[in-house]
């Protein structure tokens, strides 16, 4: 899978034969078109791609195993152009690519990155290689929107019921989907797009991606945590012995740790193990009890949860006039969360009287892998032209069977217009005023955004 002339569609080999004789450069834009989802997306992923792939020189080996692929396989080859790529640029792709700074919150229907060969011996490249382009974008972008659009739901009922908003909001919802997700390779990507937005995370590959890729130090981070097989593995007659071990074993100032309780009976061990034969131990501790359902109904489960420890472990009223419960603990619902469920579970606490600082959220499938590409209607199209005199003409498409999918005209341009980033013609705007800027150039990274940057364009 490391072969960049394979990193695409068997159909786009045929392409250097389809562009016009005159073609010399194609430009070609990518977006997330206009869409159900969000009206806003959060720009991320592009600078992965640049370092592992772009970044890696294609060798004539890489263009012998692509022939002898294509010929079996049934579709043409461009030999000459791929050889010319290994002996004239020394294997990296005469491209330049132009983008939005990463981070960055953008409005749906504008272009994020824009392309074009710098070799005019190969028109045929940009849309080459969309397939991979494409790919290594619309996914983070996605991941990273939901989980933004998420932290501005949490963060709206904080500052409806908390005394600290910000403090409280960096660990709210927490990334639980490593194991859900198609490939390593996701949950790096999806896990680091998550953490733009929250600190709280299992995926170890999203904190490794974090770090290679964007130069974070230690961008997320965990808490000791029980799971079924460690509670039922003591039986279940011991099951207030595996509670009392999971506190002992994990006290300390300021320690944190979160005990799946319902593997028998949630209601009871709340109420009578919690709250009752383990309640002097659990106020006795340094540090806090999380308290994790996980089954029943995702909204009022919990909610009965923390009303039971209220009544166990009382608490006090902050100044919203919203109960806070005793420090000693929390609760943690991470079954059956996506968006929509985790607004409806804020709404719930806030018409009880409680504060979200009771209580926070994790997503695991529903974060990392119930998205794909037309989520937010991700496409790379083809926008213009330049023929042999210097000449830009306009490629677009104009569907009529479905108007929505039709594309831009002319090279683009992003500009802001009273604060918000619009799409203009480039011929059309100050070049100076262009926010989409080079950050990649016949194999040469122009530009490398610190994971602090996406962090501080997110909030912009």
């Known amino acids: 899978m490391t072969n960049l002339i394979l990193a695409t569609d068997s159909y786009k080999h045929s392409h250097f034969l389809q562009y016009p004789p005159e073609a010399r450069r194609i430009s070609a834009y990518a977006e997330a078109r206009r869409n159900d989802f969000s009206d806003q997306v959060l720009f991320l992923g592009l600078q992965p791609f640049l370092i592992d792939y772009l970044g890696k020189a294609v060798t004539s080996a890489d263009v ?48 994020l990155l824009q392309v074009k060969n710098t070799d005019p011996r190969m028109p045929w490249l940009p849309t080459f290689i969309e397939t991979a382009l494409l790919r290594a974008i619309w996914y983070p972008t996605t991941v990273g929107t939901l989980s933004w659009k998420c932290k501005a739901i949490i963060r709206a009922g904080l500052e409806r019921s908390s005394d600290d908003p910000a ?22 990507l999806g896990g680091m797009a998550h953490l733009v937005n929250f600190m709280g995370t299992d995926t170890l590959e999203g904190i490794l991606a974090a770090r290679r ?12 945590a029980a799971e079924h097989s460690t509670m039922t593995s003591w039986g279940r007659t011991r099951e207030e012995a595996a509670y ?6 994990f006290d300390g100032e300021g320690r944190i740790v979160a005990v799946v309780s319902d593997s028998y009976d949630l ?30 109904d995702p909204i009022e489960t919990p909610l009965r949860t923390v009303k039971t420890l209220w009544d166990k472990f009382g608490g ?21 969360m996506n968006i929509d469920s985790i607004a409806r579970l804020v709404d719930r606490m806030v018409e009880e009287g409680f504060a979200i600082d009771n209580i926070a959220f994790g997503m695991g499938g529903g974060l990392l892998q119930q998205v794909n590409r037309d989520t937010l209607r991700f496409a790379m199209k083809a926008n213009a032209m330049q023929v042999a005199d210097g000449t830009w003409t306009d490629v677009s498409k104009t569907p009529a069977t479905d108007p929505t999918k039709g594309s831009k005209a002319g090279r683009q341009a992003v500009v802001l217009d009273q604060g918000q980033p619009v799409a ?3 011929d059309q705007i100050d070049p100076a005023a262009d926010l989409l800027k080079p ?10 955004h610190s994971f602090d940057d996406l962090r501080q364009r997110s909030e912009a």
């Open 213 to 224: 890729y964007y130069g974070a130090e230690m961008p997320g981070f965990s808490i000791p």
């Open 267 to 296: 209601d009871r061990a709340v109420a009578e193990i919690w709250g009752g034969s383990l309640h002097a131990k659990v106020l006795g501790r340094q540090g806090t009890l999380v308290v994790r359902p996980d089954s029943g």
């Open 316 to 336: 006090s009223t902050n100044s919203k006039g919203f109960r806070v419960l005793d420090p000693h603990v929390r609760v943690i619902q991470g079954d059956g």
């Open 244 to 249: 009392a071990n999971m506190l002992d074993r």
């Open 424 to 426: 203009r013609r480039l």
């Open 439 to 448: 950050v990649w150039r016949d194999g040469e990274l122009l530009v490398r």
């Open 167 to 188: 403090g409280q909001l960096p660990f709210k919802l927490h990334d639980f989907g490593a194991r859900g997700v198609s490939s390593g390779e996701s949950a790096a």
């Open 64 to 111: 012998d195993e692509a022939e002898a692929i294509c010929a079996a396989h049934g579709v043409p080859f461009n030999r000459a152009g791929w050889q010319a790529i290994v002996d004239d640029h020394g294997g990296f792709l005469p491209i330049e690519i132009k983008a939005l700074p990463e981070g960055m919150i953008a409005p749906s229907g504008v272009p």
